[in-house]
């Protein structure tokens, strides 16, 4: 057995504030220093009184409370408080409080920890987290506005020096415009990597998964720079080894930004000799390969005490390569993210004078081989003729408004144009039509608005609103579809871009025209019934209906593994009965997804899956109602 004096040193040597007090009263019946001051009472002052005659607790009035439980538990923990110092001084304790005997008495054992500091540090940790959310999401709208300043007039200088190359100049002037195109691009260059720098460093970048072709990835890479190396007499080569896959799944936008970054740098400083692509791969699991690029050059290389500068943001080798290469010091950061992202990584091997050898690795799985037929990316001028459509053009900025209504006309349109959302909706009000290009920052009513309130006024015919932004942010996108708009177009915006866009909706816009179900099918079915014999109409209600969940499961998969073989036959097989069934609206959105997938551009299917979708549970809907009307006829 431990003595009794021993047990009083230590409650007297604990650095913990402990007192005794009586259960049924509250007094305070012994204490130790660490108490006294952590109160600031003296010892005398608090023998004999209650934490009640003293004001000790901010909120004393769960004390009967607590001292109820006590007497039904016999001890509580982690009691937190905030108890008032005989200076007036608050401090933050967290108890345990025991049921003990003294002398034949009950008390209390009360151990308290001050825990202010804690909660103080703890307190800061959250305001300076909460600052620095605040400044990221300051940072975020300082680089989408501008992202905005600066792509607004971007989008009228590349849009109209595409028109004006368009037009008949002579050597000299082809030469000009050609330059102006040439630097405003860079300029949008700059403005890209400085978004992408901050979509990475606040987790914003997303990846897509889609099948590509390596080499090919890789020779689109090389070709940008064919001539600057011929300029230079440069040897500009590449190699990919045998084990490589044909067809690898990931983001071919992203491993082509890589490789056009180490390679434009490869060219840039070497002033002679050669510059060579490599690929290699390696099998790490029966699934995953890990792909290796290697661009090596004959340059001027890089001093050893400062490669530890080159994958670090806004820095470069050297000061004076800023002034004499140009650059933002953002590329290789940016690439090193990208690699880590996709699972590889990246690295450099160099020796001044000598040259180098930038590699990056990304982990992948091997893609079943995509038959790419011949797609026609040249400018379809009839389209408005093929694919008619009432367009309002809702633009503030002049310049934009007439580089919008050129790239119409080129497309075969003409558009209405107005200069904010309130005109918007007066135009809606006066005439019926097809299509929007909705800017989204417009004064007296910006684009967002407008939308809303549209959708409000017409909820079920309204025209498809396609949202026109210089932001690019990825929230952007999700901002504009909660509004209600169908669609998104960056700026600058560019010929394809807007032609694909318009092709898409126009044709969506086309497809809604038809019935649900088509009069004509539906009689032709209801002849092969024998009034005196079963009743096949509901037979091959029955089974259509039964194969429906089906066949859309297998277009949902074609879609989201990116599959164009797969895409091509479901959608023939659900076009094929949806044609028997009368189901026409439904027939033509298939058949517009057969021919994504026998084109191999199932990324751009999302939008017909979507109509899909809705069109699915109205053609249910209409061959249930006109089942139950055909029986009870």
């Not at 016999?74 to 304790?93: A, H, T, V």
């Not at 517009?592 to 999302?606: F, I, S």
């Amino acid at each position: 057995m431990i003595e009794a004096n021993t047990y009083s040193k230590a409650f007297h040597a604990s650095p913990a504030a402990i007192c005794i007090s009586s259960l049924n009263e509250g007094r305070f019946v012994d204490v130790n220093d660490s108490f006294c001051e952590l109160t600031g009472y003296s010892r005398e002052e608090l023998i004999g009184r209650t934490s009640v005659e003293l004001n000790m607790w901010t909120d004393a009035s769960d004390r009967p409370k607590i001292a109820a439980l006590l007497r039904k538990r016999g001890s509580l923990r982690q009691i937190e408080n905030r108890l008032i110092r005989k200076d007036g001084d608050y401090r933050d304790c967290v108890g345990s409080i025991e049921v003990i005997d003294v002398n034949g008495e009950r008390c209390l054992l009360i151990i308290f920890l001050d825990i202010t500091d804690r909660k103080r540090v703890t307190r800061q940790l959250h305001e300076a987290k909460d600052a620095a959310e605040e400044a990221a999401r300051a940072k975020s709208e300082f680089l989408a506005n501008m992202s905005h300043e600066i792509r607004t007039p971007m989008n009228a200088i590349i849009g109209m020096t595409g028109l004006l190359l368009e037009t008949e100049l002579n050597t000299k002037q082809k030469e000009f415009v050609e330059t102006i195109r040439q630097g405003s691009e860079a300029l949008l260059r700059i403005v890209n990597d400085i978004l992408d720098f901050s979509k990475i460093e606040s987790g914003r970048l997303e990846l897509e998964k889609q099948p590509f072709n390596v080499r090919q990835c890789v020779e689109a890479a090389i070709d940008l720079f064919a001539n600057e190396a011929a300029k230079k007499d440069l040897n500009l080569a590449c190699v990919i080894d045998k084990e490589t896959p044909t067809y690898v799944a990931g983001d071919v936008t992203r491993v082509r930004q890589v490789l056009v970054n180490l390679i434009s740098n490869a060219v840039k400083f070497t002033p002679e000799g050669e510059i060579f692509v490599s690929v290699s791969t390696r099998k790490i699991s029966p699934a995953l390969y890990e792909v290796h690029f290697a661009v090596r050059d004959t340059g001027i290389g890089i001093p050893e005490d400062r490669m530890d500068r080159l994958f670090q943001s806004f820095s470069q080798v050297d000061a004076s390569t800023t002034r004499t290469y140009g650059g933002t010091g953002l590329g290789l950061a940016i690439s090193r993210d990208l690699a880590q992202m996709m699972g590889g990584r990246m690295w450099a091997e160099s020796e001044e004078s000598r040259g180098s050898t930038f590699h990056f690795t990304i982990i992948t799985e091997a893609a079943a081989v995509v038959v790419q037929q011949p797609h026609d990316s040249r400018f379809e001028v009839n389209l408005g003729e093929r694919l008619p459509m009432a367009i309002l053009l809702a633009e503030d900025n002049p310049v934009n408004q007439r580089v919008g209504q050129h790239l119409l006309s080129q497309l075969g349109y003409r558009a209405d144009v107005v200069a904010n959302g309130v005109e918007a909706i007066a135009a809606l009000h006066n005439r019926s039509y097809d299509l929007v290009l909705m800017d989204v920052q417009m004064p007296v009513m910006d684009g967002l608005e407008a939308t809303r309130r549209i959708r409000e006024v017409w909820p079920d015919r309204g025209p498809r609103i396609i949202a026109m932004t210089a932001n690019a942010m990825r929230d952007d996108r999700e901002k504009c579809l909660a509004a209600g708009m169908d669609d998104y177009i960056a700026k600058p915006v560019h010929f394809l871009t807007l032609q694909t866009v318009l092709e898409r909706h126009g044709t969506e816009r086309k497809i809604e025209a038809k019935p649900t179900l088509e009069a004509d099918a539906l009689a032709e079915l209801q002849s092969l019934v024998d009034p005196d014999g079963p009743d096949i109409f509901g037979e091959l209600v029955q089974l259509y209906l039964g194969d429906l969940p089906e066949r859309m499961d297998g277009i949902r998969q074609a879609v989201a593994q990116s599959d164009p073989a797969s895409l091509r036959r479901e959608a023939h097989r659900l076009k094929g009965s949806s044609q028997q069934m009368g189901a026409t609206r439904l027939a033509a959105l298939c058949l517009e997804l057969e021919n994504l997938g026998r084109n191999n551009r199932v990324e751009e299917a999302m939008s017909f899956l979507a109509a899909l979708e809705r069109e699915a549970v109205h053609v249910r809907q209409a061959l249930v109602r006109e089942k139950a009307r055909r029986g009870a006829g």
